[in-house]
Nanobody
Framework: QVQLVESGGGLVQAGGSLRLSCAASRRTFSNYAMGWFRQAPGKEREFVAAITRSGGSTYYASSVKGRFTISRDNAKNTVYLQMNSLSPEDTAVYYC???????????????WGQGTQVTVSS
C-alpha cells in the first residue's frame, strides 16, 4: 500500500516551465522505481519518464527528452518532473506511479496517483 499525491500542475503559456511533485506516504519509498505518465482527453495514457530506485538511471519518451527531467529525493519520499519549453501538445493529466522496475510499460507499475492537470496555452 503506497499512496501517491501529485502536485504542481496548472496553467502555463507556451515556452514556460512547471515542476511537478509526487509525494509518497511510505518510508519505504526508496524500494520503488518511479514513473511519470500522461493522458490527454480521448487519448491513451502514455509514458513520459522513469527513474530507478536509487536515482542512478533515468528514461524518457522521445517527445520530452531534452525538455523534461525526472529526479527523486528519497529522504523526502518525493519524485519530481521538471518540465521546460512547454508546448500545447504537453497538455494532459500527469500521473506518477511506483513499481518494481523503471520501465516504459504502465503495467509494470503497481501504485498510481490521482493525477494533476497541466494546461499549456499558446
Amino acid at each position: 500500500q503506497v499512496q501517491l499525491v501529485e502536485s504542481g500542475g496548472g496553467l502555463v503559456q507556451a515556452g514556460g516551465s512547471l515542476r511537478l511533485s509526487c509525494a509518497a506516504s511510505r518510508r519505504t519509498f526508496s524500494n520503488y522505481a518511479m514513473g511519470w505518465f500522461r493522458q490527454a482527453p480521448g487519448k491513451e495514457r502514455e509514458f513520459v519518464a522513469a527513474i530507478t530506485r536509487s536515482g542512478g538511471s533515468t528514461y524518457y519518451a522521445s517527445s520530452v527528452k531534452g525538455r523534461f527531467t525526472i529526479s527523486r529525493d528519497n529522504a523526502k519520499n518525493t519524485v519530481y518532473l521538471q518540465m521546460n519549453s512547454l508546448s500545447p501538445e504537453d497538455t494532459a493529466v500527469y500521473y506518477c506511479a511506483a513499481g518494481l522496475r523503471a520501465t516504459y510499460g504502465s503495467g509494470a507499475y503497481d501504485y498510481w496517483g490521482q493525477g494533476t492537470q497541466v494546461t499549456v496555452s499558446s
